[in-house]
């Protein structure tokens, strides 16, 4: 796998934990934001990631012959999407808030904050560990660029 390559892997995993703490955040922002109906309620959201550097090396190994062109074409990780929590609102009795239906009813979002703080730890990990990954590839560049004096 060419050098420049390592770069291109680590950038997309930069840009998906990127992704992945805007979206905690605004989980987290939305935690406590009320409405009266199911259907105006904040759900929580999740980003989706695939791994696409197997399946470029599947389809090599597939073919008989390990090409780096292959596996250097589609390495990385890909976001999919971005889907909602299908988990349970929370329904909360509250007669005396502006936001309260008929019956005195709240709903409130799906957004589970301890979830969400162990999603953002392990989003700005794996942040800094790309960030890792390029220094490091940085500094065997210039070794290598040295090597010539």
Not at 34 to 55: G, H, N
Not at 109 to 131: G, H, L, T
Request: proline share 4%; glycine share 6%; no cysteine.
């Amino acid at each position: 796998m060419a050098l420049g390559n390592i770069f291109d892997i680590a950038g997309t995993g930069m840009n998906a934990q990127s992704l992945r703490l805007n979206t905690t955040a605004s989980n987290l922002a939305n935690a406590q934001s009320a409405s009266s109906s199911v259907d105006e309620v904040y759900r929580s959201r999740q980003p989706v990631f695939a791994a696409i550097q197997q399946e470029a090396m599947r389809a090599s190994v597939t073919e008989g012959a390990y090409s780096d062109n292959e596996v250097d074409a589609a390495a990385g990780v890909q976001v999919l999407g971005i889907v909602e929590s299908d988990a349970p609102l929370q329904r909360r009795y509250e007669p005396g808030h502006p936001k309260a239906d008929e019956e005195g009813y709240v709903f409130y979002p799906n957004v589970n904050p301890v979830e969400e703080m162990a999603n953002m730890i392990a989003a700005s990990r794996s942040f800094q560990m790309n960030v890792e990954v390029m220094n490091s590839a940085k500094q065997m560049v210039q070794r290598v660029l040295t090597l010539g004096q």
